[in-house]
């Protein structure tokens, strides 16, 4: 028998074959395919390949011999089988991805919530000093207060008092002291703040309005004579001066 008798001969445009069958692709065309109802095949000019289809087309006919139709059931679920087996691969793999992500996402929402225990502790610690420095803060405006009210009392002694007898230098040496009183509480205002719902200014406001009202009280009562060491007019008149000058 001939080679051309045995439907093994192909055409020079797609490849050669040989009396054996064996196809082989000349570089320009892929030599074997996946067809999805025959299987593996070659692509074309390949005379066992498309007598192999025809006769599964042929057997594919034949109402009478059911075991072609096995044949193609067995195969469907060899293949449904090796899908599912795909599937169960897959839900394993992405199953232990899932896995990790979730115990990293666990870690970082962990180390998350100690740092924000560790920022709370820090906010309320911060907020403890805050209402100690405050409550000192009070403390030394008061103590502030205190004293120049007291200093302000002797002053007022010294330069409205009977006699005008204490001496220009005590006047004086006072009159520092409250200088310095005020400039030390216009310093402790700045870092303070409202406190009580009044500012230090305020509060120093209302102190110099009583003080204003009792020293015109005082003035306007003349001063019985008293024994005592007699003070020169030039004296006086310095210190009325300097006591208009610090109440205005």
Known sequence: MHSSDSGFDSDGTSGSTHGSGFWRSNGRFPAWRCDPAFGVVHQDGCAVCRHYMSHVVEGSKDSCDSSFQEAIGEREGSVVMRYAEGVEEGRRVQA???RTRILKYRSEREDARAKKEEERSKRHRAEDEAKRLRAEMRELQD???AMQIAYEEQISALTIGPGLGGGEMEVLRMMELQDA???ESTVTQTYSGRISGRSWTERHEDLRQKNRSRSALKLSITPE????????????ETLGRMRREIWC
Do not use: H, S, T, Y
């Not at 004579?225 to 006086?236: D, K, N, S």
């Open 143 to 145: 103590a502030f207060m």
């Open 96 to 98: 232990e991805k899932d």
């Open 225 to 236: 004579p008293i024994a005592g060491p007699r003070v020169a007019e030039g004296e006086v």
């Open 181 to 183: 009183l005020l400039n």
